[in-house]
């Protein structure tokens, strides 16, 4: 049986394509997005995440800890030993008000879908269907695909988001079974996208090329996170613009604007890169919109 | 992961918020619409004036049992004459500028009271007069009359002492511990609505209707006198509606006449308005000006003869006045506009009837000025089409500029109903007042036939009150008290007895720590259960015989059919169908409480029986690490989050209660067959003071969940899990079920999200679910109400059935309503 893992599964999504959905959120992803809104998919093990607020400090995750992985110090500031802590889940169990909660789960192929099926009727009513988002789908090739696959069997529309960063083959592969690609597209300039996401954006930009090539430029999505400093300048915009113009058939493109989720990094002890915490400006997203609309581009914010 | 997102640095919390609310109240006020000059002053005052006593019916009523009128009279024909005497000699207020006329009592929210049904003693008047919430203004000369004159008459004789002397001490028991409560204990049975016999005759056809029942009257028969006697009340409350639509008449008529240079305009429409009432009620409308008029006399006379639960509503209201708004268009006689105007006069005219006061228990369990008047749009046709009507449009138009407390709406959607229709009305919701709530038409039908009536008769149905299913027109549904779940299985839990004041109101059902597994305790819980329901139903039969013979209503039996036909009582069962409601509270909070027993106690084992009743008898004190666990959704089963575990044990507690009340004979006079609904107006709140601690992790005291709602704040996964959780249960087996949700003001910035919203409210409806209503808004904004309360005077919440001022709610209500869940996601 084909086993994969995912840190959510989120029902009744309504902002992860038409209808209403379920979102499959599957763990692991190359790339290392300095705004990332779930840094707790970024590394393919599962982790632990603490919710300072909910803390009672009954300190039972001490006791219960086998690898005495997490103390308290004279502050009553938890610290977890990330070198220590293999993810076996127990603190997080025992934890009365779910102050730990570990993020990360093997999932069957079997169990995926028993979950997806549950709302089929709901697809139907509103032509909604299943989003594979993450993370990185497609670092999960196998799994990905299986699960596509059973979810045409049944009928079930399907998305995936995805940064388009993976091996051709591996696109090559699962595409019959995508009806809609949700496409992230970030920093234009190739070293600009090394120094923010870690990787380079030759591979994601061929890939778009290829699935256009391929016939499917119609069940794209293009999905631009406005990061302010960082993706909004004129350059970038620009830059993707001028990019975009040469591809035929694309139709949409959603502007998702930054929120600040410093918090979330600090619960995993992660490191936060970001140096500005507000959102973008109305008159930001308008220009963009209008940029993109200039190449006739159909642009919708938050999508 | 679905968590919120938390605040930026350097952008303070505070000041977050304060954006929050500042957005939010831009939309409210934004989304406020403009109406005409007239219909502005008549709102303006309608929601301004404050609500007073009048003591005017409580005079005239006195005077009239103290004199030789009713002397040697059947009791229907004393109410009758009565009803006679205070339509001969009360006050006929006119408010300045109204299309439509008629009021009960001496204006404008100026409550009658009605000393025959409930007579308020000195404290009480004192208590209503002064209170901060709800006041009722008492004046100097009504406590004199009430002192002097009602109290020494009416005490001992009002239908209230009459109950009390005639219930058992085990009822009174199990009342006082706040198991169940009573509904007629202070106001008369009624909660129906008019049909299609309202819009269709006029007295003069009903007074022939009368006239040949007494005719064809056979002397054998045994309840000949009681019938003759029936009829002859009946016959009298016709004549007394007809005298005051003419005393009106000639008021109008003489204000015209004072009118003259001052306002040519309003004279003349005077002069219409008293041609109206000289056409109706006597005859049926013509017009829908006359449909208005016509509807507005029946319901002063219903609520004026007693102070009838629910007042009255005039029903499928879009499709009884279609016909004279189609009529009145193609003859150019009528213009939308003016049918606009008029719908807004009426509208106006139930708000300025505030429900008649009520104290002790029954102000706790309905504490509002609301009098639940329903009116209800869309659904189908009385030949199964779709209803949707240009009226229905219409009314959705006036709701969504008038936002007064009353009346209330419902929207009936049917599989057949259109789209817009729907969307239409999630519009009117978002900008926040509670209104409209969402009705499953199609349940309505399938619960009406599975009770029995005709296709035609459950395809004319609505529902009326706050969620309650009934064959309008036809059929008398009385509820009769709200029972408390929860209360009992605390009774349970200590083996009989009700820790709060050591008394053994319950039977002995055994020791819950010798309990072997979740099933024992399941049996000795529905044990309590139906010990406590045999209670309850002997009181109603005690309580519906006292109210058949001593508080027959002749005039609303006019209306309901077959009343006439079968020359009996509304309260006697004269009505085509009848039922007998009771009312289930605290739904969430028992599956939850029971499923955290079988999950942490028998499953899991997590601790043992005897720890959970020791942590419960010092409500959680010493025991915080348990109620963490308990009251913590990741680690306990909680209803409303489409979790199996606990949703079955919803649907197996709404399947064995509704199979305990049908399981009891038909009721005593009315031979009602019993049903059940669920739905808390605000007893949940009381039920909640009175119940202690409780093993879904609840400190005592503190309110249950309301109607099937989760329990506050326990459904985290969205509306539509919420959906998925609650139409598990049969609702089709009960009357109606009431659902709570609150959703997060942003949700309705995008047309695209109120579609996905309507998809879901049709997806809940094909499950099975029966009702939903919306708050829209946050808990920030609600947070700010309650700290300045004299700036949000006019923030209308979602309560239960029904919508009210905020800062008009006792404190344990407005804090329940700010634990909800504030649904952000779908
Ligand atoms: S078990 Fe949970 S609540 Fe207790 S100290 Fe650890 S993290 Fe805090
Ligand atoms: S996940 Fe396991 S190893 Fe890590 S801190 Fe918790 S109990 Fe210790």
């Not at chain 1, 110090?73 to 220590?84: L, M, T």
């Not at chain 2, 049996?523 to 005690?542: E, L, P, S, T, W």
Request: proline residues 5%; negative net charge; aromatic residues 10%.
């Amino acid at each position: 049986m084909v086993k994969g893992v995912i840190f959510d599964i989120k029902r009744y999504a309504i902002h992860d394509g038409p209808g209403i959905r379920t979102t499959v959120f599957m763990k692991g992803c190359p790339l290392n997005c300095w705004w990332c809104h779930n840094p707790e998919g970024i590394s393919p093990k599962p982790e632990l995440m603490y919710f300072e607020f909910k803390c009672i400090h009954c300190h039972t995750c001490v006791k219960v800890c086998p690898l005495n992985a997490i103390n308290f110090d004279e502050n009553e500031v938890q610290h977890i030993d990330r070198e220590k802590c293999n993810g076996c889940g127990i603190c997080a169990e025992f934890c009365p008000t779910s102050a730990l909660k570990l993020v990360g789960r093997v999932i069957t192929l079997e169990e995926l879908t028993t979950e997806v099926e549950k709302d089929i009727k709901l697809y139907d009513d509103s032509g909604g269907g299943v989003t594979f988002s993450g993370g990185e789908p497609l670092v999960q090739p196998q799994f990905l695909k299986e699960a596509l696959k059973a979810c045409k069997e049944r009928y079930i529309h399907t998305a995936l988001d995805t940064s388009g960063y993976a091996p051709r083959e591996i696109l090559k592969s699962i595409m019959p079974y995508v009806d809609l690609f949700l496409y992230d597209l970030k920093l234009a300039d190739e070293r600009e996208h090394e120094k923010y996401t870690g990787v380079s954006n030759k591979l994601i930009k061929e890939n778009l090329k290829f699935t256009i090539e391929n016939g499917r430029a119609k069940d794209i999505i293009l999905r631009f996170p406005v990061i302010p400093g960082i993706t909004d300048t004129e350059w970038n915009v620009k830059g993707w613009v001028k990019f975009l113009s040469n591809l035929r058939g694309l139709q949409e493109i959603d502007l998702l604007p930054f929120h600040d989720v410093g918090e979330k990094f600090h619960r995993l002890d992660k490191e936060y890169k970001m140096e500005v915490h507000h959102a973008p400006s109305e008159e930001t997203l308008k220009w963009i919109k209008e940029e993109f609309e200039g190449i006739g581009l159909e642009v919708k914010i938050g999508g | 992961m679905s968590e919120n997102i938390v605040s930026a640095p350097g952008c303070s919390a505070e000041k977050q918020i304060e954006k929050k609310i500042e957005k939010e109240l831009k939309r409210r006020k934004s989304s406020i619409k403009s109406i005409n000059e007239r219909v502005a002053k008549l709102r303006k005052e309608s929601v301004e004036t404050e609500v007073k006593i009048s003591s005017e019916r409580a005079k005239l009523i006195t005077e009239f049992y103290k004199s030789d009128l009713p002397k040697g009279k059947s009791i229907p024909v004393q109410r009758a004459l009565a009803f006679r005497y205070l339509l001969e000699h009360c006050s006929l207020p006119i408010e300045d500028g109204q299309l439509i006329v008629g009021l009960r009592g001496t204006g404008v929210k100026e409550v009658p009271s009605y000393p025959e049904i409930c007579v308020h003693s000195m404290a009480d008047l004192e208590i209503l007069n002064s209170r901060k919430n709800m006041p009722y203004k008492v004046d100097e000369d009504t406590k004199e009359l009430y002192k002097d004159k009602i109290i020494p008459f009416w005490k001992g004789r009002a239908m209230r002492d009459i109950l009390f002397e005639n219930l058992p001490q085990e009822w009174i028991d199990a009342y006082e511990a706040g198991i169940f409560t009573e509904f007629m204990e202070q106001r008369a049975p009624g909660h129906t609505a008019g049909g299609e016999r309202i819009f269709k005759m006029g007295i003069l056809d009903i007074k022939e209707e009368i006239k040949r029942k007494m005719g064809e009257l056979d002397s054998s028969d045994p309840e000949y006198y009681e019938k003759m006697e029936e009829l002859k009340a009946m016959d009298i409350v016709a004549d007394a509606i007809l005298i005051y639509a003419k005393r009106y008449a000639e008021e109008l008529e003489k204000m015209a006449e004072a009118e003259e240079e001052k306002d040519p305009k309003r004279k003349e429409e005077l002069k219409q308005m008293a041609e109206i009432c000289r056409w109706v009620p006597a005859h049926a409308p013509r017009t829908f000006w006359e449909a208005l008029q016509h509807y507005w006399f029946i319901h002063v006379g219903v609520t004026y003869e007693t102070n009838p639960w629910d007042s009255f509503n005039p029903g499928r209201i879009d499709q009884h006045l279609y016909p004279f708004y189609k009529k009145g268009i193609e003859e150019g006689r009528l213009t939308r506009e003016k049918a606009k105007e008029l719908l807004q006069c009426f509208w106006l005219k139930f708000n300025n009837q505030p429900a008649v006061p009520k104290v002790g228990v029954t102000g706790e369990e309905s504490f509002t000025y609301n009098d639940f008047s329903k009116l209800n749009i869309g659904g189908l046709t009385k030949d199964g089409s779709d209803g949707v009507n240009e009226v229905s449009y219409l009314i959705l138009e006036v709701l969504s500029e008038m936002r007064t407390l009353q009346p209330n709406t419902a929207v009936q959607i049917s599989n057949k109903t259109p789209d817009r229709f729907l969307i239409e009305a999630l519009k009117v919701v978002g900008p926040g007042f509670g209104e409209p709530p969402f009705f499953n038409f199609d349940g309505v039908i399938v619960k009406m036939l599975r009770q029995g009536k005709t296709l035609e008769d459950a395809r004319t149905s609505g529902c009326s009150g706050c969620v309650e299913t009934g064959a309008f027109g036809k059929e008398a549904y009385i509820l009769t008290g709200y029972f408390n779940l929860p209360k009992i299985l605390e009774i349970t839990l200590n083996n009989g007895v009700d820790p709060r004041t050591g008394k053994k109101i319950g039977i002995e059902t055994g020791d819950p720590r010798n309990f072997k597994s979740f099933d024992e305790l399941w049996d000795a819980y529905i044990k309590q259960v139906k010990h406590f329901m045999d209670i309850k139903m002997k009181g109603n039969d005690i309580v519906e015989a006292l109210y058949a013979k001593y508080l027959p209503v002749p005039f609303l039996s006019l209306w309901i059919e077959d009343c006439v036909k079968n020359a009996k009582d509304y309260n006697g069962g004269g009505a085509r169908y009848d039922t007998q409601y009771i009312h289930l509270v605290g739904l969430g909070t028992i599956a939850d409480c029971l499923a955290a027993i079988k999950y942490h106690v028998f499953d899991k084992k997590t601790f043992t029986m005897s720890q959970l009743l020791e942590a419960l008898k010092n409500n959680f004190e010493g025991y915080e690490m348990m109620w963490e666990i308990l009251r913590n959704p990741d680690k306990t089963p909680k209803f409303g989050n489409n979790d199996d575990y606990v949703d079955e044990i919803a649907k197996r507690v709404v399947d064995t209660v509704v199979e305990i009340i049908e399981s009891y004979p038909p009721t005593s006079v009315r031979k009602a067959s019993r049903r059940a609904y669920f739905f808390p107006t605000t007893c949940h709140v009381y039920f909640g003071k009175v119940t202690g601690a409780t093993p879904d992790g609840r400190k005592a005291g503190f309110p249950l969940s309301d109607g099937v709602s989760p329990v506050q704040g326990m459904d985290r996964k969205g509306i539509a899990a919420v959906f998925r959780s609650v139409a598990k249960c049969d609702w089709d087996e009960t009357g109606g079920a009431l659902l709570n949700q609150k959703l997060t003001p942003d949700l309705f910035d995008n047309e695209e999200n109120i579609k996905k919203l309507a998809q879901l409210i049709r997806t809940f409806f094909r499950l099975g679910g029966h009702h939903v209503q919306f708050n829209v808004i946050s808990a920030e904004l609600l947070r700010e109400a309650q700290r300045r309360p004299q700036d949000f005077q006019d923030l209308m919440v979602r309560v239960a059935g029904y919508s009210d001022y905020f800062v008009n709610l006792p404190k344990g209500l407005q804090d329940e309503i700010i634990a909800r869940t504030e649904q952000k996601i779908f």
